[in-house]
């Protein structure tokens, strides 16, 4: 007897439609669709059974990089010139106006978002400064309880407005770091002291045993680069393959040989790199009136030599980001699209970014096979590579077993 049975389903290295059988929350069988119409549950397998129709089947999406702390507050923020500038300070204005249920209701509103949309695991920063103290990170930590049925969410405190002449964000990272966040982040661009700024993140992430998340490099300035003090940092800390980094967009203005040191130093320390394409594009290039660079890393690039990389969604409908609908597959539609993308194998690495890539920062692995977890995502196409070329809609998830959500397929209506 099985608990639940996902019929008629694609699946990647699988020539044939399989049944993919459940039990309890793993996978105990995959085999080749019947030929018969068991579809009735009729008592026939013991539980409830799905008809993914020929639908492609994948392992989920993750979310490797988003703020839900700041996420929908478009309406708090004044818009005039659009770069990284103002939308730091508007936000900080915000920000001193957030309570616990204001956050916790918005966060709330994206995590379904992502939920509907296929996403099965989330990393998202939390800013804890003496604007918002804990209240932020205390919404957080509910809305990761309630929504933990349908989505794993790690929780990093984050360090946005500078550390090094803020004792008051130091003393809050750490009581985040003892009441339940998962890892620890900086902005070292944001900090009077950057390298200083690095080495006091490491000092917490050794204190308590956690991973670490930094914002990073984000201009189009190709000289001074912090990834060379960052890597002798992780070095130094053996804190390979424990460190990730998001943005980094003066990889984009650097030469190919002075890119591909800075590579270099990024696959000796196994560091993870996360691009973010809808921010990276939207807050980038603001002083050009021509031939507006793209100001995006090209992670297929950085994936060829060997360098763990992922596509997230960063904001969400705020000044630093003022659109998005928590859509993995748009964002990576759209990185593909700007980085001018065209092989199947080119669109395949993308596919993996937002899935087996990103799965790695959360230490699991996003994969359908017998003795996995039943943690499934039904995709409208026939294979992660038209998934990704037409954006597919996910029209069903499964955590662990259970079902967490379901859109249903569009049709037409003739006459």
């Known amino acids: 007897m099985i ?153 990093c405190a984050f360090a946005q407005d500078g550390l090094t002449t803020e004792p008051r964000t130091y003393e809050l990272l750490q009581q985040a770091l003892s009441q339940g966040a998962d890892l620890v982040g900086g902005c070292p661009y944001k900090d009077d002291h950057p390298n200083q700024h690095i080495e006091m993140i490491f000092d917490l992430a050794e204190q308590f045993n956690v991973n670490v998340d930094f914002h990073l490099d984000f201009d189009l300035d190709p000289t001074g680069s912090t990834i060379p003090r960052l890597v002798e940092e992780t070095i130094k800390r053996n804190y390979r393959g424990r460190v990730s980094i998001g ?88 990185y593909a699209n700007i980085v001018q993308l065209s092989k199947d194998t080119e669109i395949a690495d993308v596919f993996d970014m937002v899935g087996k890539n990103a799965a790695k920062l959360f230490s699991h692995q996003a994969e359908i096979a017998v003795g996995a977890q039943a943690t499934l995502v039904v995709l409208e196409a026939k294979d992660a590579v038209t998934a990704i070329r037409t954006t597919a809609q996910a029209l069903a998830g499964f955590k662990n077993g259970r079902q967490t959500f379901c859109n249903h397929a569009a049709h037409i209506c003739f006459e």
């Open 3 to 155: 608990d639940l049975m996902i019929r008629n389903a694609r699946l990647t290295n699988h020539e044939d439609l399989v049944n993919i059988s459940i039990k309890d929350t793993c996978i105990t069988g995959i085999d080749k669709a019947a030929d018969v119409d068991d579809s009735s549950n009729d008592g026939l397998y013991g539980g409830t059974v799905y008809d993914a129709q020929g639908n492609f089947v994948c392992a989920g999406f993750y979310e490797s990089h988003i703020h839900l702390d700041k996420a929908c507050i478009l309406d708090r923020c004044s818009l005039e010139e659009g770069d990284l500038e103002e939308a730091v300070e508007e936000t900080g204005k915000a920000k001193e106006e957030f309570t616990e249920e204001d956050v916790f209701e918005r966060a709330s509103k994206v995590i379904e978002m992502a939920i509907k949309k296929g996403t099965v695991g989330l990393r998202t920063f939390v800013e804890t400064d003496s604007k918002t103290e804990l209240r932020s990170f205390e919404a957080i930590k509910r809305a990761r309880k309630k929504y933990a049925f349908a989505i794993d969410i790690e929780i």
């Open 247 to 334: 943005h980094v967009t003066k990889l984009s203005a650097m030469d190919k040989m002075q890119r591909g040191a800075m590579a270099g130093l990024l696959k000796f320390a196994d560091i993870t790199l996360t691009v973010l394409p809808a921010t990276d594009i939207y807050l980038n290039g603001r002083d050009y009136d021509a031939l507006i660079p793209r100001g995006m890393v090209n992670a297929n690039e950085l994936a060829e030599l060997g360098i763990n990389t992922t596509i997230a969604s960063n904001n969400i409908l705020n000044a630093f980001t003022p659109y998005g609908d928590a859509s993995l597959m748009r964002m990576a539609n759209m």
